[in-house]
T-cell receptor, first 112, second 116 residues
């Protein structure tokens, strides 16, 4: 069935370091892929998304490219800030149905 | 900016008790969802609701669970007889009509349920 496997955390980085959080998926057909972020005490917020192969989603300096050949959607940011400290969830939405499949979440802490 | 709200933020209950988790979706949204996350595990889909009926549910959503939209604004999840393994974070989400293939769901902050 459809599923998402996400890099386990927690991840601790110094400010301005490069970030990669790995995400791979299993799905039939052509799902849409998402990254959600949860800041402390808040709900899940959409960070970026990509709806077809080779699309790149980007927002707030974060990027992820939909790679069908490697079934991956890795999240990257060139220079993290303390304010990026949060839990990041990779998610998949099949092209039929409206149920999201989430990864386990990766906790990121950025230290000054 | 409109947002999904959930109450309470934390609910503690005794095993066997009934709990009702409440959500206020974004006002013009038509599709409503519940997800849950057991500590350290994946966020899992429970149920989707549209036009006053369940449109899809997972294996987790057994007879002890029910959902309701009692008025024009609230969307509730009831657990009739809580078990220890129901302890989790419960997220509500809503979405409007699909536009241009976009079907983003907007999530609330979650209710942490602790069953003792």
């Amino acid at each position: 069935g459809d599923s998402v496997t996400q890099m386990e955390g927690p991840v601790t980085l110094s400010e301005e370091a490069f970030l990669t959080i790995n995400c791979t998926y299993t799905a039939t057909g052509y799902p849409s892929l998402f990254w959600y972020v949860q800041y402390p005490g808040e709900g899940l917020q959409l960070l970026l998304k990509a709806t077809k192969a080779d699309d790149k989603g980007s927002n707030k300096g974060f990027e992820a490219t939909y790679r069908k050949e490697t079934t991956s959607f890795h999240l990257e940011k060139g220079s993290v800030q303390v304010s990026d400290s949060a839990v990041y969830f990779c998610a998949l939405l099949p092209n039929t149905g409206n149920q999201f499949y989430f990864g386990t979440g990766t906790s990121l802490t950025v230290i000054p | 900016e409109p947002e999904v709200t959930q109450t309470p933020s934390h609910q503690v209950t005794q095993m066997g008790q009934e709990v009702i988790l409440r959500c206020v979706p974004i006002s013009n949204h038509l599709y409503f969802y519940w997800y849950r996350q057991i500590l350290g595990q994946k966020v899992e889909f429970l149920v989707s609701f549209y036009n006053n009926e369940i449109s899809e549910k997972s294996e987790i959503f057994d007879d002890q669970f029910s959902v309701e939209r009692p008025d024009g604004s609230n969307f509730t999840l009831k657990i009739r007889s809580t078990k220890l393994e129901d302890s989790a974070m419960y997220f509500c989400a809503s979405r409007g009509r699909r536009q241009g293939g976009k079907n983003e769901q907007f999530f609330g902050p979650g209710t942490r349920l602790t069953v003792l």
